[in-house]
C-alpha cells in the first residue's frame, strides 16, 4: 500500500511540475522551448502509465477472481 501511494505522488508531482514548468515559460518567457516539451511529454506519458497500469491490473484481477459482472465465472 506504501508504494501505491508513492506512486500516485509522483504521478500528480510529474503532472503538476509539468503544468508550473508551461505556465513559466508562457509568462515569463512568452515562448515554449522544445526541451519543456518533451518534458511535459514524457511526464504526462508516465503519468498516464501509473494510472493506467493500475486501472488495468485491477480490472484483470477482478476478471481472475470472478468478481467482474461483465465476465461470467470460468468453471473449474
Do not use: E, W
Request: with cysteine.
Amino acid at each position: 500500500m506504501h508504494s501505491r501511494s508513492v506512486q500516485n505522488a509522483c504521478a500528480v508531482l510529474l503532472i503538476v511540475s509539468s503544468i508550473a514548468l508551461a505556465c513559466y515559460q508562457v509568462y515569463d518567457i512568452d515562448d515554449v522551448a522544445s526541451g519543456v516539451l518533451m518534458y511535459i511529454a514524457q511526464a504526462f506519458l508516465l503519468a498516464g502509465s501509473i494510472f493506467g497500469l493500475d486501472y488495468y491490473v485491477k480490472k484483470l484481477t477482478q476478471i481472475i477472481d470472478g468478481k467482474d459482472k461483465n465476465y461470467p465465472k470460468r468453471a473449474p
